[in-house]
């Protein structure tokens, strides 16, 4: 059984710090990963994938990714409160499409 | 990325009948897939729509409670049949296709709440 874990939190930052999100998955078969952010009441909204090991950098958002120790990660630099939302990270293995997602953690950036 | 609509948005049913929700992609994809987000949690796999064959099912899904349809490349439906409260959730249509990382992206969901 395949599985994606994330601290659920909420984890709260200031406004202008950064926020640290990781996530921990089992199968060490995994090809890909996604972070989606999904605010309140809407569906996700992909952010970030990553294949490869070390850092991929896009505006504020830095997803890092350590094979070796199974856990992905998202950087979110000058935090706003308008990232203020549940994270969701997701594994696609190295069969079919499917995806696994985390519990998701809940991110407050408090002005 | 796609435009993914589906119908409807939300709906309030009662325990016993059936819901069919929409999913309408603007673009032909090869993937489609339908996910349930159960109150407070994560989302969890359902089925894999297959156009021109049956839909996979994920364990804990069958055929008989969710049968789904893909007559198409950009349209599909799933229904939710003899429902009861425990299905209350909001189901969300993805596709997939074409990307770097064969990316999945999301429609805008239908919450559903059975009564």
């Known amino acids: 059984q395949k599985e994606v874990e994330q601290n659920s939190g909420p984890l709260s930052v200031p406004e202008g710090a950064i926020a640290s999100l990781n996530c921990t998955y089992s199968d060490r078969g995994s090809q890909s990963f996604f972070w989606y952010r999904q605010y309140s009441g809407k569906s996700p909204e992909l952010i970030m994938s990553?294949?490869?090991?070390g850092d991929k950098e896009d505006g504020r958002f830095t997803a890092q990714l350590n094979k070796a120790s199974q856990y992905v990660s998202l950087l979110i630099r000058d935090s706003q409160p308008s990232d203020s939302a549940t994270y969701l990270c997701?594994?696609?293995?190295?069969?079919?499409?499917?995806?696994?997602f985390g519990g998701g953690t809940r991110l407050m950036v408090k002005p | 990325s796609a435009v993914i609509s589906q119908k409807p948005s939300r709906d309030i049913c009662q325990r016993g009948t059936s819901l069919t929700i929409q999913c309408q992609v603007d673009s032909q994809v090869t993937m489609m897939f339908w996910y349930r987000q159960q109150p407070g949690q994560s989302l969890t796999l359902i089925a894999t729509?297959?156009?021109?064959?049956?839909?996979?099912?994920e364990s804990g899904f069958v055929i008989d409670k969710f049968p789904i349809s893909r007559p198409n490349l950009t349209f599909s439906t799933l229904t939710v049949s003899n429902m009861s409260p425990e299905d209350s959730s909001i189901y969300l249509c993805?596709?997939?296709?074409?990307?770097?990382?064969?990316?999945?992206?999301f429609g805008p969901g239908t919450r559903l709440t059975v009564l």
């Open positions: 997701a594994e696609r293995g190295s069969a079919g499409n499917m995806l696994t």
């Open positions: 990553i294949y490869s090991n």
């Open positions: 729509a297959n156009q021109g064959s049956e839909a996979t099912y």
């Open positions: 993805s596709v997939a296709g074409g990307g770097s990382y064969n990316e999945q992206f």
